[in-house]
C-alpha cells in the first residue's frame, strides 16, 4: 500500500472540524500566542478532545446554569475543555465561558458572536446584527 495524500484529510478529520465549528473552538493553535483574531485579548487556550483549540475568558469558572446551553466549557483534569453542548448541568456545575461571548470586537445575536464580515449562519459566529439588512 501506497502513503496517505498528506493534503487529503481523513474521514474522521472531516468530523472534528464540524465539530470545532459547531462548539466554537476556533482559537489559535499553538506555537501561535493566545490572542483573539478579533480584539487582540489574550485568552486561556484549552485542546479540545478533536484536536481544535478554544479560547476561554481568563478567571474563574462561573455557575453554568447561568451560562446559555451550547456556550458551557468544562475544563477536565487532564487540561482538556469540552463542550457542555445542550445537556443540563448538573447541581452545582461550574463551567468556564469562551472569549467569543465578551470579546469586544464581536457582536451578539441570539447568543452567537460575529464581526460583521463572515458569512451569515457560518460556525459559531452565527449572523451579524445588521448582516442581513444591509445595515
Do not use: K
Amino acid at each position: 500500500m501506497g502513503e496517505r495524500d498528506a493534503a487529503r484529510p481523513r474521514d474522521w478529520e472531516f468530523a472534528d472540524r464540524a465539530q470545532a465549528r459547531a462548539d466554537g473552538a476556533d482559537g489559535p493553535p499553538p506555537p501561535a500566542p493566545p490572542l483573539c483574531p478579533h480584539c487582540g485579548r489574550r485568552g486561556e487556550r484549552r485542546a479540545t478532545y478533536y484536536g481544535a483549540y478554544v479560547l476561554l475568558e481568563p478567571g474563574p469558572a462561573v455557575p453554568a446554569h447561568l451560562v446559555e446551553a451550547g456556550q458551557r466549557w468544562y475544563v477536565d483534569g487532564g487540561g482538556y475543555a469540552w463542550n457542555g453542548a445542550f445537556d443540563e448541568p448538573g447541581r452545582g456545575a461550574r463551567c468556564r465561558i469562551p472569549h467569543h461571548l465578551s470579546c469586544p470586537a464581536l457582536v451578539l445575536v441570539d447568543g452567537w458572536a460575529g464581526s460583521g464580515a463572515e458569512e451569515p449562519g457560518r460556525g459559531h459566529e452565527g449572523r451579524a446584527a445588521g448582516a442581513h439588512d444591509g445595515t
